[in-house]
Structures are given as structure tokens and as C-alpha cells.
């Protein structure tokens, strides 16, 4: 069985500072693991995905995300948040083998303060 | 590519009533997924086709509900008839492939608000 927590159903940040939203997972098999944003009234898009290759990924918009298999944490990061990063954030979980087992997580809200 | 197109973005009806909605997939992609977004349950997939055959319906909620996909680039969710606890926002996306490292792409959605 394969499941996904973000830690995190909103996270407020300043224009400017770190933003850090958290993701852990449960598999039994070596996951593919992927974040996509949300924006208002749109649909998802892909922000960055893992798939056994170097564990620090890197996406679009400036952020990138770390799989630590120790922690079995795919936490997402950006350095300098700015205003249009405001969106709703999903952590997602795959088993290799079929995207019918994609295993979204809850979403985390994202707001950005000026 | 204009991406995923769904239509219509909104659809208000009342109980009872017929809903057909509509996806364009990017064309290439063979694999087309329907899922649904509502605050308590989240994104939950529906059915998913791969060269136009229905692969995993079992998401689909009741027998109200049905998905066709007559050509491999369009296909229909149809909710006949509707009722009030089927308001949500409906995505389709699609993919090259099943993989489950394969990218998905989302349309934008149709929001459906059932009376």
C-alpha cells in the first residue's frame, strides 16, 4: 500500500523568505514522486518529479525538492518566495507501475504576504 | 499544443438533470484520466482510458456515472441524473502511456454546481 501526508494544510510566508512545504510518503517499492501546483480556478501542473535519478530535483519557477528515503520525506523548497507563487500545492506518490496507483496528498495552501 | 481542454469551465444545473461534460486530450497522449476535486475528499480518480479503452472504472461513484471515449483524442463524463452531492470540480488530464512515472496533464477543469 502506498500513501501521502503533507504535514502542512497552510503555510503563510513573506514575500521574499524560504518557503518549505512538507511531504511524506508510505511504499513499499521504490516510488515515483512528483509536486504540482495548483492556482486558482486552473488545473494542476507539474512542478518537478523524482524517479530514481538524482535525489535532489529540480523544477520549474525556482523550486526543488530533496528525497531523503531515510526519512521517506520529499519535501518541497524555494529560496525566495514571490507573490505568484501563491497557489495550492500536491504532493503526489506513484508506484512504478501503473498511473492508476497515483496516490495524491491533501494539498497545502500556500500564501504569500507583502 | 493548446494542452487539456475542458468544457464547459462552469456548468450550474438542477437536480435531476443531465450532465455531459467534455475533454480534448494533448494530442499524442493515449492515456486519458478523469478525476474529481471536492474539499472533503480531495482529487479522486474516476476512470482512466489508454487507447481508448476504459482501463480502471472503479472510482466511478455509481452507475450515474459513465465515460466514453469514442476517438483517441475526445472523451465525455456524463452524470444522468445529477444530484446535489455530485458538485465539484471535474479534471480530466491525460498522459503518454500508464507508467506511473509518466506526467500527467491536467485541463483546467469544470466546475459543476448541482441544485
Known amino acids: 500500500a502506498q500513501s501521502v501526508t503533507q504535514l502542512d494544510s497552510h503555510v503563510s510566508v513573506s514575500e521574499g523568505t524560504p518557503v518549505l512545504l512538507r511531504c511524506n510518503y508510505s511504499s513499499s517499492y521504490s516510488p515515483s514522486l512528483f509536486w504540482y501546483v495548483q492556482h486558482p480556478n486552473k488545473g494542476l501542473q507539474l512542478l518537478l518529479k523524482?524517479?530514481?535519478?538524482?535525489?535532489l530535483v529540480k523544477g520549474i519557477n525556482g523550486f526543488e525538492a530533496e528525497f531523503k528515503k531515510s526519512e521517506t520525506s520529499f519535501h518541497l523548497t524555494k529560496p525566495s518566495a514571490h507573490m505568484s507563487d501563491a497557489a495550492e500545492y500536491f504532493c503526489?506518490?506513484?508506484?512504478?507501475?501503473?498511473?492508476?496507483?497515483?496516490?495524491f496528498g491533501s494539498g497545502t495552501q500556500l500564501t504569500v504576504l507583502p | 499544443d493548446a494542452g487539456v481542454i475542458q468544457s464547459p469551465r462552469h456548468e450550474v444545473t438542477e437536480m435531476g438533470q443531465e450532465v455531459t461534460l467534455r475533454c480534448k486530450l494533448i494530442s499524442g497522449h493515449n492515456s486519458l484520466f478523469w478525476y474529481r476535486q471536492t474539499m472533503m475528499r480531495g482529487l479522486e480518480l474516476l476512470i482512466y482510458f489508454n487507447n481508448n479503452v476504459p482501463i480502471d472504472d472503479s472510482g466511478m461513484p455509481e452507475d450515474r456515472f459513465s465515460a466514453k471515449m469514442p476517438n483517441a483524442s475526445f472523451s465525455t463524463l456524463k452524470i444522468q441524473p445529477s444530484e446535489p452531492r455530485d458538485s465539484a470540480v471535474y479534471f480530466c488530464?491525460?498522459?503518454?502511456?500508464?507508467?506511473?512515472?509518466?506526467?500527467?496533464?491536467f485541463g483546467a477543469g469544470s466546475r459543476l454546481t448541482v441544485l
Open positions: 523524482y524517479t530514481s535519478a538524482a535525489t
Open positions: 503526489v506518490v506513484s508506484l512504478s507501475g501503473s498511473a492508476r496507483q497515483l496516490t
Open positions: 488530464a491525460s498522459s503518454f502511456g500508464v507508467a506511473g512515472a509518466n506526467v500527467l496533464t
